[in-house]
T-cell receptor
Framework: RKEVEQDPGPFNVPEGATVAFNCTYSNSASQSFFWYRQDCRKEPKLLMSVYSSGNEDGRFTAQLNRASQYISLLIRDSKLSDSATYLCVVKSSGSARQLTFGSGTQLTVLP | GAVVSQHPSWVICKSGTSVKIECRSLDFQATTMFWYRQFPKQSLMLMATSNEGSKATYEQGVEKDKFLINHASLTLSTLTVTSAHPEDSSFYIC???????????FGSGTRLTVV
């Protein structure tokens, strides 16, 4: 079983739509959680951290359910510029500081 | 903000040759640098973790003699792909951990094509 699993998509949605991505992780000792965005042939960029209480940044809302080991990202009012691959990322506990990446969910927002 | 400069951004080399990729932290000291590899339509896979002044820790299945990592200073880490083969063609990305923050800063990646 992969440490971090995501639905690969692709998700093709019209502009203005609301889209949700899900992610599960297998290591219950995981400490920190993030969503990254990766554009084609570019490095990943941090979109937002994910907290148990849930957090929102503009049109983006992230949720974490530690009991279910489940993370979600909701994008409201999709823009064309939101088209990218969204990576669910988990940091394990301990001093290794390693990030484990999901395989990514591809989103295309259509005009 | 924290910047990691990675170069070259792309390189084409012949089979059997070696390629060196550099990652340099420009405005902070990177005590830990991570090296990832990403094949098309796949996620980033950690290859190795390097700490300044010590030997790198390689992930299972990554040949340390083939992928040489040097982290001789707090601002520079290098990955050398030795005796490259076409199957080594991939997108290589470094990431630096900035001490005192929860931040990881990524280099812009190197696209390696071995012909």
């Amino acid at each position: 079983r992969k440490e971090v699993e995501q639905d690969p998509g692709p998700f093709n949605v019209p502009e203005g739509a609301t889209v949700a991505f899900n992610c599960t992780y297998s290591n219950s000792a995981s400490q920190s959680f993030f969503w990254y965005r990766q554009d084609c042939r570019k490095e990943p960029k941090l979109l937002m951290s994910v907290y148990s209480s849930g957090n929102e940044d503009g049109r983006f809302t992230a949720q974490l359910n530690r009991a279910s080991q489940y993370i979600s990202l909701l994008i409201r009012d999709s823009k064309l510029s939101d088209s990218a691959t969204y990576l669910c990322v988990v940091k394990s506990s301990g001093s290794a500081r390693q990030l484990t990446f999901g395989s990514g969910t591809q989103l295309t927002v259509l005009p | 903000g924290a910047v990691v400069s990675q170069h070259p951004s792309w390189v084409i080399c012949k089979s059997g040759t070696s390629v060196k990729i550099e990652c340099r932290s420009l405005d902070f000291q990177a005590t830990t640098m991570f090296w990832y590899r990403q094949f098309p339509k796949q996620s980033l896979m950690l290859m190795a973790t390097s700490n300044e002044g010590s030997k790198a820790t390689y992930e299972q299945g990554v040949e340390k003699d083939k992928f040489l990592i040097n982290h001789a200073s707090l601002t520079l880490s290098t990955l050398t792909v030795t005796s490259a083969h076409p199957e080594d063609s991939s997108f290589y990305i470094c990431s630096a951990w900035r001490q005192g923050t929860s931040g990881y800063t990524f280099g812009s990646g190197t696209r390696l094509t071995v012909v």
